[in-house]
């Protein structure tokens, strides 16, 4: 005997990205996003996230500057 229960595994709540695009027949165009606000940081923690963004990129900029001036050597040195 099977035993049709509503509560199984499915999960049909969940969205993974919005399907409300324009063009659709399900698209309402008066739909709200995001209900919540965004949640306020101070300046400290936003100096922070600053800081370590600098410190992420930092290392690539070094690489294409070490790059470009190699290049520019090579080029000097083949040039003259």
Known sequence: MADKRKDDDLDTE???ADMNVDGM???D???KKNK???AKI???EQRKMIRAAFAAF???F???????LFMMLIAYL???
């Open 14 to 16: 969940t969205t993974f």
């Open 25 to 27: 027949r399900w698209y």
């Open 29 to 31: 165009p008066y739909k």
């Open 36 to 38: 919540e606000k965004p």
């Open 42 to 44: 101070s300046r400290k």
């Open 58 to 60: 930092a290392p690539m």
């Open 62 to 68: 070094g690489i294409i500057i070490f790059v470009g």
């Open 78 to 80: 083949w040039l003259s």
